[in-house]
């Protein structure tokens, strides 16, 4: 589906917009205190977060939604998480060790994290949103979110994602998020925010779900 809102174009990404895409990703990632505290030294920092985002990009085209805008600007990767996700660890690990070598600890760390905090209840995941920082504060990650949203609300269904700045955290509770309990990364990391879009009720939107840690994290 193509849809148009003010000029602005957003349709599904493809494998033709890889390149693109790929590189807004790993731009729009490579400053923050998350990407400080997974790579320190920054002149490394740029060949791993492209071959992650390429790895993700990848795996948002084959196993979630991803969506872009007409000008390839900007990317969110979605995932219908209806039931709770299987994965495969060792496989995991393996694959963050090839894409970030010494730095894979950290990678898996976070992602385990993310996966230990997710809530159970059945919702969409934004896994990403990135907009090419030359090309931000112009409403292209908004135009994504809005058109998503829109469709969440058809289906009566919930959103959640991962804030790792407190612009990010503001900007998604002006755009009806509500924030729940916070995590923070070991190893002196930065804390990051959990953020969830109820479904519509007759009151409102259904709260932030209660969740519990798996996997013995706590």
Known sequence: MTITN??????????????????????????????????????????????YFRDAFHHGLEHGEVYTTSDQYAV????????????????????????????????????????AFHPDEPHHYLAYLAVDPTRQNRGLGTALLADYHRRLDQLALPAYLEATTMRN?????????????????????????RMWRGAPTSGGRSPFPPTRPRRGLS
Do not use: S
């Open 6 to 51: 003010d000029n602005l174009t957003v349709r599904p990404a493809t494998t033709t917009d890889a390149g693109p895409l790929i590189a807004v990703l790993a731009e729009a990632f490579r400053k923050g205190p998350v990407a400080d505290w997974l790579i320190p030294d920054p002149d490394d920092r740029g060949a791993v977060y492209y071959r």
């Open 76 to 115: 969110a990767i979605w995932y219908p998480r209806l039931a709770p996700a299987p994965a495969d660890a060792h496989q995991r690990v393996e694959a963050l060790e090839r894409i970030a070598g010494a730095y894979a600890p950290k990678f898996v760390l976070l992602e385990e994290m993310f996966d």
């Open 169 to 193: 955290r503001q900007l998604y509770l002006c755009l009806g998020y509500t924030a729940g309990p916070t995590m923070v990364l070991p190893a002196q990391g930065p804390t990051i925010w």
